[in-house]
């Protein structure tokens, strides 16, 4: 599981200083290790926890393949998933909801000298005002042979922010 906390500036109060509560996007791949095999259906549940009078405009939810390494960078979405203001007026954001996708048989993930093919779950949540939650959590995509485990990494704008992981099989 993954779970992000924007970094936003502290607002003076009348106590003294004290840091802002901020939404929080939370991001949960079916299977504990991060490892799937090609063709196989991949389950993905989120929540978001608003503070106060958070109003959101949107959210995207995206399958997508990128590469690292020397030469230019390639991206490609396999599957996207979106929610308009009014869709997310109509959920209980506290609550699990999520999407399912089935992965496709190449590229599979690669991790080589000169070149890396990734795979992850990018969420991002637009709040009204501008600003914008991303949680990036990866996922291997293999031929089912070996299973590897993988960290997740997410971002606000430009700042980076850490993810902590608790295992599967919370309960809300």
């Not at 997508?64 to 959920?91: I, P, R």
């Not at 959590?137 to 922010?161: E, I």
Request: glycine fraction near 10%.
């Amino acid at each position: 599981m993954a779970i992000v906390l924007p970094k936003l500036p502290r607002r003076r109060s009348s106590a003294g200083w004290a840091a802002d509560k901020a939404p929080a996007l939370s991001v949960v791949l079916c299977r504990e290790g991060g490892c799937y095999g090609m063709g196989q259906v991949m389950a993905v549940s989120w929540r978001v926890r608003p503070c106060g009078s958070d109003r959101f405009s949107g959210l995207e939810a995206s399958v997508l393949w990128f590469t690292e390494g020397k030469g230019d960078v390639d991206l490609q979405v396999h599957s996207f998933h979106q929610w308009n203001a009014s869709d997310l007026q109509q959920l209980d954001l506290s609550l699990w909801h999520g999407f399912r996708c089935e992965l496709p048989f190449s590229p599979l993930s690669y991790e080589g000298t000169l070149l890396r093919i990734n795979w992850c779950v990018r969420m991002r949540l637009f709040c009204e005002g501008g600003k914008e939650i991303v949680v990036q959590t990866p996922f291997h995509l293999t031929s089912g042979q070996t299973p590897v485990v993988l960290g997740s990494h997410a971002s606000v704008g430009k700042s980076d922010v850490d993810l902590v992981h608790t295992p599967l099989g919370l309960s809300s």
